[in-house]
């Protein structure tokens, strides 16, 4: 199984936009090696997601949990995987020696030319310096890494430009999300701004098609794959059952923005999951009822519970940002997959399909 280890809730950065409270809680060894046991103890695979807080704040438990799951796995045959999402900025040439060899998949959480905007260290200072240097470190050993950019309001006119910069250091996986939560305040001005930051993007993704260059930008390509296939996005969320978060205390959540709410606590990797208490959290990612009618209900994320609770304080209910979002990111994806099959119909469907 699928576990996300909040392996500390201290951060050294103070993004504008986080919605996690920074307090010094870490997971302990105790905790740490219950909770990979957990990952092992169903199926033949076990994933496993170092996350914060920082989790390179906690690199010695990193550490720890490859060399106990590596040899957990030789015992007994079951595959083991393993990622994290990191800010960067504590990245170091031992750490991802360590990595690389653990075939640990490292998501790079940098706004590109927006990151100074929203993401700062504890203290005020600006952070995109550092990582910069640290993006270029993380290619050199491991270029198939992916950014990851939160965009918040006051970030949008930098969008595409950020894709580009994102693009010339050398990523060629990024994933542009938006900014979530009660310390964000989309107006009306700021969507038609962003769309006309998704057109520009657009437009530069049909250039790199034609260069053949192949780019996998989240937005965009997960739209146009699921276009193709006809697959749901909506069915990629199930709360408590595809990636459990466990808290430093050890704690089972379905979600991160769950984490703390006793009413959907799914148990312990002391005592292990409450199967039924799961049963009946999984069954609320239905779609949301105001989404039944709509045309665009399987081309959509309208049941991630997760993003629901942290904009309407309700997992069944999609905000008006969302739905406008997902439909200007639906029409734009279509209009470019629909050029660039135009375009070349067998490198299309060898990118895409």
């Known amino acids: 199984m699928n576990l996300t280890l909040h392996l500390t809730d201290n951060c050294n950065m103070d993004c504008s936009y986080c919605i996690r409270e920074k307090c010094p809680k870490d997971m302990t060894e105790e905790v740490l090696f219950k909770a990979c046991d957990l990952a092992f103890s169903r199926g033949q695979r076990a994933g496993l997601c170092f996350f914060g807080g920082e989790p390179l704040l906690k690199k010695d438990l990193i550490y720890k949990a490859l060399d106990y799951c590596e040899e957990k796995s ?12 990191t800010n960067g900025s504590l990245l170091e040439e031992k750490f991802l020696e360590r990595a690389k060899k653990a075939n640990l998949g490292i998501g790079l959480s940098f706004d590109g030319k927006a990151q100074d905007i929203c993401r700062i260290f504890a203290g005020g200072k600006p952070t995109s310096s550092v990582v910069e240097e640290k993006a270029k470190l993380l290619l050199s050993y491991m270029p198939d890494s ?4 939160t965009i918040a309001p006051q970030a949008v006119p930098y969008y595409f430009e950020s894709v580009k910069y994102l693009h010339d250091l050398g990523f060629r996986k990024v994933s542009f999300v938006l900014a979530y939560g009660k310390k964000v305040n989309w107006t009306d001005e700021d969507l ?7 057109e520009k993007t657009s437009a530069y993704l049909k250039e790199l098609f034609l260069n053949k260059e ?6 965009f390509n997960a739209k146009i794959r699921d276009c193709i296939s006809g697959k749901n996005p909506a069915e990629r969320c199930h709360l408590g059952v595809r990636q459990m978060p466990v808290t430093p205390e050890g704690n089972l959540y379905p979600c991160t923005s769950f984490i703390g709410d006793d009413d959907y606590l799914l148990g312990n990797v002391f005592d292990g999951i409450n199967e039924a208490k799961v049963i009946e959290i999984a069954k609320k990612a ?8 709509c045309d665009l209900v399987k081309r959509c994320t309208n049941s991630c519970g997760c993003s629901n609770r942290m904009n309407t304080g309700d997992e069944n209910k999609v905000s008006p940002l969302q739905c406008t979002y997902e439909r200007m990111l639906i029409e734009i994806s279509d209009a470019l997959g629909e050029e660039l099959y135009q375009i070349d119909r067998d490198r299309f469907i060898k990118y895409y399909a």
Do not use: H, W, Y
């Open 74 to 85: 030789a015992k007994t045959g079951i595959r083991f995987d393993c990622k994290m999402t």
């Open 146 to 149: 992916t950014a990851l950019a």
């Open 192 to 198: 038609v701004a962003l769309r006309e930051q998704l």
């Open 214 to 219: 192949r780019f996998f930008m989240s937005a």
């Open 286 to 293: 239905a779609t949301p009822e105001t989404c039944v009618n």
